[in-house]
């Protein structure tokens, strides 16, 4: 079996480009990319539990609505500042990904939130896809920098 690392640092500047795309100014949000990069059924753990969610409509309506809120409280650029992926076995990996996102409040005044995401992806041919993912406490971390 191949080795995907390569293959799965690839997918992440390009989840990462989908991201900034959609934050820009005029944006161009990519739905169909963003439920391309998730398995038909996916995991998120955070703080505030454990859910799961089906890749279908309802998440085809939410992509859109997320990224408007994230523009709505200033965020600018979703940016990697580093990647590390791990080989589980030959279909399975773990990528634990450093994001460094940027925000400029209504004042202007400009801000950095530092957090990491650590992302389970499966690899069927050449598609890697996400189907659990690690958070910690989002909503707090904008909170306490004055956002959301």
Known sequence: MPDHRPLIRRFFTAYAKRMNDALKE?????????????????????????????NGLRFRLM??????????????AMLISS???TRLDPLHYLARVAWDSRYQTKQGRKMR???TNIYL??????????????????????RDHGLG
Request: proline share 6%.
């Open 113 to 115: 939130i530092r957090f």
């Open 83 to 85: 990647l590390t992926v």
């Open 121 to 142: 992806l499966q690899v069927k041919g050449k598609q890697p896809k996400i189907f659990a993912y690690i958070t910690g406490d989002e909503k707090k971390a904008l």
């Open 63 to 76: 992509v859109p609505r997320g990224f408007r809120y994230y523009k709505r409280i200033g965020a600018t």
């Open 26 to 54: 005029d944006p161009a949000i990519d739905t169909a990319g963003v439920l391309r990069s998730f398995a038909d059924y996916f995991v998120e753990a955070s703080p505030a539990g454990v859910i799961g969610g089906k």
